[in-house]
């Protein structure tokens, strides 16, 4: 088993030999990448940081030269994913551990983000206390908070270094014997109030023979379920909740970002997508929602989560947008218009129906949608059964079109 660990040594160096000697006492292979920029390392490392900026497309000199932080945390970060997907691929990394501040937290992250879900990777961090999405991304690296600043060598600075050092042998030495059957596999966006849906269309498939991976469409979850589309871990994508793009749109904090519907339209994979939640932006507690929203009207979903409901101007606004986006796909593509409701909330007496609203949103759809995608609408809420068959029937019937299915 080989660690990889990802740090300044110019800095760091006492801290992640420590790190390495745990490893080692356990039998772990390490190999330690220097991505420090300023002064010599204070150990030697396997991977030089001249190396590493060479990867990065720069030069040590330059970076020294320079005296640019933001510049060197970016070309350390590029040239320190690219030799770790190269120790992956070469089969001499099965974990990545990484020590450090913000500047080699960002360094570190990059790179464990490049990786494919699975690798173990551990961060070691004066960040992991707070926001951590921008270092996590949408995948499954491990923050760990260091408590005290990673400067020298203590009675608590060893306790957590030990303790992220023994979780990366435990991950790498222990791997457990996962059967994976080769099954194509449907990616499918969820939220609390479209949970009826999915369970219904994720029942069908799965009795079809589909791997369904579910994803909460949180903002990581759509950037997630776009980039497994992207690595070609998933087949096919039942879009049931595009509600992301309600808080790229408005403001919320769950957006996914301007690429989200993107993935799948480029690369072809077929999709059946519908407006789940599209009646609502998030937010956190009452008192976090900006106040240019006041007047607005509001749903408590928990003392956590604030929802907004979603004007007739806005899902005007989305429905271009949605349409846009499916307009541009290559594969097989079908937009489901439930008229009854685009959430439980959104249901006739329920909070957040409007149908003023929702007609707002339809026509949009409907005026900017291209001939090449499919459009069906029902007279039902998004959460019936009949609608949430339909969906997946489409998504099969796509799947077997272009050979991907189960074998029957």
Not at 288 to 308: A, K, Y
Request: charged fraction near 25%.
């Amino acid at each position: 088993m080989a660690v990889t660990i990802v740090g300044t040594l110019d800095t760091k160096g006492e801290e992640i030999g420590f790190a390495r000697d745990v490893l080692r006492a356990q039998g772990v292979d390490v190999h330690i990448i220097d991505t420090g920029v300023v002064g010599d390392p204070g150990i030697d490392p396997d991977t030089t940081a001249s190396a590493v900026a060479e990867a990065g497309g720069t030069t040590l000199g330059h970076l020294r030269d320079d005296a640019d932080r933001g510049e060197a945390i970016e070309a350390m970060g590029k040239g320190a994913a690219a030799i770790v997907q190269q120790l992956h691929d070469a089969g001499d990394l099965d974990g990545v551990l990484g020590l450090g501040g913000s500047g080699n937290t960002s360094i570190a992250t990059t790179a464990m983000r490049a990786l494919p879900v699975g690798v173990p990777k551990v961060m070691v961090s004066t960040m992991a206390s707070g926001d951590i999405e921008p270092y996590v991304g949408a995948t499954d690296v491990m923050m760990l908070y260091s408590v005290a600043d990673i400067e020298g060598l203590n009675q608590l600075s060893r306790r957590v270094i030990a303790n992220a050092a023994l979780a990366m042998v435990g991950m790498v030495t222990n791997q457990p014997d996962i059967e994976v059957e080769d099954r194509p596999t449907i990616g499918i966006s969820m939220f609390g109030v479209t949970t009826q849906c999915v369970q219904t269309a994720r029942e069908y498939l799965e009795e079809r023979g589909y791997e369904t991976i579910i994803f909460h469409a949180t903002g990581t979850g759509g950037k997630a379920m776009e980039a497994l589309v992207r690595q070609g871990v998933i087949d096919g994508v039942l879009d049931v909740t595009t509600t992301e793009w309600a808080d790229e749109l408005v403001g919320g904090v769950l957006a996914a970002g301007p690429d989200r519907l993107d993935a799948a339209a480029e690369t072809g994979t077929p999709q059946v997508v519908s407006t789940g939640a599209l009646d609502m932006v998030n937010f956190g507690p009452r008192d976090s929602v900006p106040e240019e929203f006041e007047g607005r009207h509001f749903h408590i979903h928990n003392p956590q989560v604030t929802l907004m409901r979603t004007t007739a101007e806005e899902n005007a606004d989305l429905g271009e947008v949605i349409a846009k986006k499916l307009s541009a796909a290559n594969g097989p593509t079908a937009l489901y218009i439930p008229l009854g409701g685009v959430s439980m909330l959104d249901v006739e007496g329920a909070d957040f129906h409007d149908p003023d609203a929702d007609t707002a949103l339809f026509e949009a759809l409907k005026t900017n949608l291209a001939e090449s995608v499919e459009l069906v609408e029902m007279e039902t809420d998004i959460n019936d059964e009949a609608f949430a068959r339909a969906l997946a029937e489409q998504l099969d019937a796509y799947m077997r079109a272009v050979d991907l299915a189960p074998e029957e």
